[in-house]
Each structure stands twice: as C-alpha cells, then as structure tokens.
C-alpha cells in the first residue's frame, strides 16, 4: 500500500459516496488553526438511502457496526471535498459518536470501532484518535449512528 491516506483508500479499493447535502444551516466543515472539523454524518449506504432503526432492537451491533464504516467513508468524503485531497490530513484526532439505541444496549464503544477501524486502515498509525461513543433516545431521520470528526492538517 502507499504513504499517503489517498494512495491507501485506493489501494483499499474503497470509494468515497458524495456527502450528502446539509439538513440544516451548515456546512460539512470548516478549518479552523490547523484543523478539520467535520459535521456529523450518517451511513449513506450504496444505494444512496440512509441506514436506520433502533439498535439493540431492529439493528444488530454487527450490522450498526457496519454503519459506522460507512459513515466513515462519508466523512472522509467531507474532507476531500473541503480539502481538495485526504493527502492535506495527517490524521483524525477525535470521533464523537453517537448510537440510536436501545435503553439496555451497552455495546457503543464496538459499534463506533467500525467507523475507528477504517481510520486506521486509510491513514495508517496515524489514524488513531480520541474516542467518544455514546447512546441517544433518536438521531435525525431514524438512522442507526451519526459520527462527526475532528482531524489535523499537515503544515
């Protein structure tokens, strides 16, 4: 695989979905001193419909996993399109996400590792960051996670 994160996403044979447009008065991000903060996104699937259901009932910790890989193929998408390339990161510094679960569903921290994991296939060593995974009562729309990123700019 190559250097740099665009050079691995392709070796990865990953492709990027097009974000989806903003639900509200914002943007998908915005720079700010040497960092990329990024807005929350939800798992666009491949046939462009959002994932939803309520984890730990209709939605299984596997498969909310899975949607959290996908929402981190759609955040990374936000950042080339903010960025122009993946090759201007250095690297994620900080997730925040969120779980449209169940009261008695605990496995968070396992359905946001799926988002985690994709980091640190496409970024390398680099692509570890803080972490932050909790449950919510609902999420917009019904999806089953929403994932927002904070991530640092070479130079």
């Known amino acids: 695989m190559g250097d740099g994160p665009e050079q691995r996403l392709a070796a990865l044979g990953l ?3 097009a974000p989806p447009a903003p639900i509200g008065r914002f943007r998908h991000g915005r720079v700010e001193n040497g960092l990329l903060f990024l807005s929350g996104q939800g798992p666009l699937m491949e046939d462009g419909r ?6 730990g009932r209709e939605v299984s910790a596997e498969t909310a996993r ?3 890989r996908r929402t981190g193929l759609v955040l990374l998408s936000a950042m080339r399109q903010e960025l122009g390339s993946l090759d201007r990161v250095t ?3 900080k997730l925040l996400g969120f779980v449209n679960a ?3 569903f605990d496995r968070h921290a396992h359905v946001i590792d ?3 994991e994709l980091l640190h ?4 060593e680099a692509g570890g960051h803080a972490r932050s995974a909790i449950g919510v009562a609902s999420l917009p729309g019904g999806i089953t996670v929403e994932i927002e ?3 640092a700019l070479a130079g």
């Not at 959002?50 to 984890?55: D, E, F, R």
């Open 114 to 116: 799926g988002c985690s």
């Open 50 to 55: 959002l994932a939803t259901g309520k984890v």
């Open 149 to 151: 990123m904070v991530a």
């Open 66 to 68: 899975g949607h959290a």
């Open 102 to 104: 169940t009261p008695d």
């Open 121 to 124: 296939e496409v970024f390398g």
């Open 91 to 93: 690297g994620p510094v």
């Open 15 to 17: 492709i990027l979905p």
